[in-house]
């Protein structure tokens, strides 16, 4: 009676649950039973396996297999399971060493022509592994996310009789020649820098506190006045990751069946999703739940184009998000959690014929129906809304400086966040109301604040973000108070409140 355990490894969002295949040969009539809830994927394992061991040159063994993936109430999909699945037989049916598969983990897909293909989201897999300090084998393809881990006891096959010879002891696997020295190695990403934007320097102002706090940031103009240029510059203002902030971005990106190339490893994500895009490619989901945009975004910047576009539900969804840094997607199989801790850049017009001024086309009606399109808990969520104007007559013609460079404000961008870390361990975006008490402010300022937020009906998330917004433009001016100036300087970036204001009095 021959039974034999592989480990392997699950898909559970950005986890990787350890999943012990068992196999079993019995006598009686010929039969391949596959049991501990396989989803159709897993299933048709059963053919491939057969095909590529019959067709790598092995003996198929002609008895009663039975395969127990367990823990039997975990789902599991996807074609990861076939090579051990076919270890298991091997080693079962006595042609590969039992003490072989010991302190090792498999993962792949089989061919029929007994080739081992790679296979998606297999990042978390190696994390766990790597904390599990148990040695990896994975399919050549997936080479670069092993490299993205760096972790050195990962081995790599493509063919089925290279694997068993390796576990034989009569040759060695390739592993990886290099750990993760090249991310010393990688340049700067350049990107389009902030000076070739014309005029707009309140915008670039805001642009900067916006990058330096991690703020949220809603951006008002007519069409044609630079709001989609500015917000894809600001990631050249935004400082690289580190490893592991990097690590966690690759790992969402893996489990969506996306890769990153070492050189755009530590690249902060930029997603920009169209309007037209549904709740659930927005915030993750499906039948087997997979990151949304926003979990895409994580660590970096989503931009919202022309945002009354969006459906008011879909945009109303973000609200949880925004404030826990987190989604939770609950289905009857599992309830999944993936990280969403981005900085939300938007735009929009300020009325539906893209002006709000004497010449709009527009009535006080349809611009308000517009305008109701975003919610008011939604837009309480912007830390800063600025208006970006067309330019004055002449400036375009005019060969004049068009302010510092995106190399020059990342610098700027960069001290006033070491300087957040430093005094409280988290970016200004991040600050308690407890952390808050303790930024330097005096009760004058915060008595000033709470009368110019009563005056404008400002509600009390509004009250604490002007706070926060104030201790980054100080923090900018490398200030350890937060002075008046930047108090009514975070006033002023209340755009939005002041085109709702204008439209009440009419």
Same mark, same amino acid.
């Given at each position: 009676?021959?039974?034999?355990?592989?480990?392997?490894?699950?898909?559970?969002?950005?986890?990787?649950?350890?999943?012990?295949?068992?196999?079993?040969?019995?006598?009686?009539?010929?039969?391949?039973?596959?049991?501990?809830?396989?989803?159709?994927?897993?299933?048709?394992?059963?053919?491939?396996?057969?095909?590529?061991?019959?067709?790598?040159?092995?003996?198929?063994?002609?008895?009663?297999?039975?395969?127990?993936?367990?823990?039997?109430?975990?789902?599991?999909?996807?074609?990861?399971?076939?090579?051990?699945?076919?270890?298991?037989?091997?080693?079962?049916?006595?042609?590969?060493?039992?003490?072989?598969?010991?302190?090792?983990?498999?993962?792949?897909?089989?061919?029929?022509?007994?080739?081992?293909?790679?296979?998606?989201?297999?990042?978390?897999?190696?994390?766990?592994?790597?904390?599990?300090?148990?040695?990896?084998?994975?399919?050549?393809?997936?080479?670069?996310?092993?490299?993205?881990?760096?972790?050195?006891?990962?081995?790599?096959?493509?063919?089925?009789?290279?694997?068993?010879?390796?576990?034989?002891?009569?040759?060695?696997?390739?592993?990886?020649?290099?750990?993760?020295?090249?991310?010393?190695?990688?340049?700067?990403?350049?990107?389009?820098?902030?000076?070739?934007?014309?005029?707009?320097?309140?915008?670039?102002?805001?642009?900067?506190?916006?990058?330096?706090?991690?703020?949220?940031?809603?951006?008002?103009?007519?069409?044609?006045?630079?709001?989609?240029?500015?917000?894809?510059?600001?990631?050249?203002?935004?400082?690289?990751?580190?490893?592991?902030?990097?690590?966690?971005?690759?790992?969402?990106?893996?489990?969506?069946?996306?890769?990153?190339?070492?050189?755009?490893?530590?690249?902060?994500?930029?997603?920009?999703?169209?309007?037209?895009?549904?709740?659930?490619?927005?915030?993750?989901?499906?039948?087997?739940?997979?990151?949304?945009?926003?979990?895409?975004?994580?660590?970096?910047?989503?931009?919202?184009?022309?945002?009354?576009?969006?459906?008011?539900?879909?945009?109303?969804?973000?609200?949880?998000?925004?404030?826990?840094?987190?989604?939770?997607?609950?289905?009857?199989?599992?309830?999944?959690?993936?990280?969403?801790?981005?900085?939300?850049?938007?735009?929009?017009?300020?009325?539906?014929?893209?002006?709000?001024?004497?010449?709009?086309?527009?009535?006080?009606?349809?611009?308000?129906?517009?305008?109701?399109?975003?919610?008011?808990?939604?837009?309480?969520?912007?830390?800063?809304?600025?208006?970006?104007?067309?330019?004055?007559?002449?400036?375009?013609?005019?060969?004049?400086?068009?302010?510092?460079?995106?190399?020059?404000?990342?610098?700027?961008?960069?001290?006033?966040?070491?300087?957040?870390?430093?005094?409280?361990?988290?970016?200004? %975006?991040?600050? &308690?109301?407890?952390? *808050? @008490?303790?930024?330097?402010? $005096?009760? =004058? #300022? +915060?008595?000033?604040?709470? /009368?110019?937020?009563?005056?404008?009906?400002? %509600?009390?998330? &509004?009250?604490?973000? *002007? @706070?926060?917004?104030?201790? $980054?433009? =100080? #923090? +900018?001016?490398?200030?350890? /108070?937060?002075?008046?100036?930047?108090?009514?300087?975070?006033?002023?970036?209340?755009?939005?409140?002041?085109?709702?204001?204008?439209?009440?009095?009419?």
């Amino acid at each position: 009676m021959g039974i034999a355990c592989v480990a392997t490894r699950a898909s559970l969002g950005v986890e990787a649950p350890a999943v012990m295949v068992e196999v079993h040969l019995s006598n009686g009539l010929p039969a391949f039973n596959l049991v501990g809830l396989p989803e159709a994927s897993v299933k048709e394992a059963r053919e491939r396996v057969r095909s590529a061991l019959v067709n790598a040159g092995f003996e198929f063994p002609m008895r009663r297999i039975t395969v127990n993936l367990a823990p039997a109430d975990l789902p599991k999909q996807g074609g990861r399971y076939d090579l051990p699945i076919a270890l298991g037989i091997l080693a079962a049916s006595g042609q590969i060493p039992l003490n072989s598969l010991k302190e090792r983990e498999f993962v792949g897909e089989l061919a029929l022509t007994g080739e081992i293909r790679p296979c998606q989201g297999l990042l978390p897999v190696i994390i766990a592994a790597r904390q599990a300090g148990r040695s990896l084998i994975l399919p050549q393809d997936n080479r670069l996310d092993a490299e993205l881990v760096g972790y050195p006891h990962i081995h790599l096959c493509c063919q089925l009789p290279q694997l068993t010879a390796f576990l034989h002891g009569q040759q060695q696997l390739p592993g990886l020649s290099i750990g993760t020295e090249w991310l010393d190695e990688a340049p700067p990403h350049p990107g389009p820098c902030l000076s070739e934007v014309i005029g707009q320097y309140q915008a670039k102002q805001a642009l900067e506190i916006a990058a330096a706090g991690n703020h949220n940031l809603l951006m008002l103009g007519p069409p044609g006045t630079g709001k989609t240029m500015l917000a894809s510059r600001i990631m050249s203002l935004l400082p690289p990751l580190n490893y592991e902030e990097a690590l966690e971005v690759a790992a969402l990106h893996s489990v969506a069946g996306m890769s990153i190339a070492p050189q755009k490893f530590q690249q902060r994500p930029f997603r920009a999703p169209h309007h037209t895009s549904s709740a659930i490619s927005l915030v993750g989901g499906g039948s087997i739940p997979r990151p949304g945009e926003i979990s895409l975004a994580h660590r970096g910047v989503l931009f919202l184009d022309e945002l009354p576009e969006f459906p008011r539900r879909v945009l109303d969804c973000l609200r949880e998000p925004m404030e826990t840094g987190e989604v939770v997607i609950s289905r009857a199989a599992a309830k999944l959690t993936f990280a969403s801790r981005f900085q939300l850049i938007a735009a929009m017009n300020p009325s539906p014929c893209g002006s709000s001024d004497a010449d709009s086309r527009a009535s006080i009606e349809q611009i308000n129906r517009y305008l109701a399109r975003l919610s008011g808990p939604f837009l309480d969520r912007f830390d800063l809304s600025i208006e970006v104007p067309r330019l004055p007559a002449g400036t375009l013609s005019k060969q004049t400086s068009t302010g510092a460079t995106s190399a020059e404000l990342a610098q700027r961008v960069r001290r006033a966040r070491e300087t957040q870390l430093a005094r409280a361990g988290v970016l200004n %975006s991040d600050l &308690s109301g407890k952390q *808050l @008490q303790q930024a330097g402010f $005096t009760a =004058a #300022d +915060l008595q000033f604040l709470e /009368q110019s937020v009563n005056r404008l009906g400002l %509600s009390v998330r &509004s009250f604490h973000r *002007l @706070q926060r917004v104030a201790r $980054t433009i =100080a #923090d +900018l001016d490398q200030s350890i /108070q937060v002075e008046r100036r930047h108090l009514a300087q975070a006033l002023g970036y209340r755009a939005m409140d002041r085109l709702l204001a204008g439209l009440r009095q009419h």
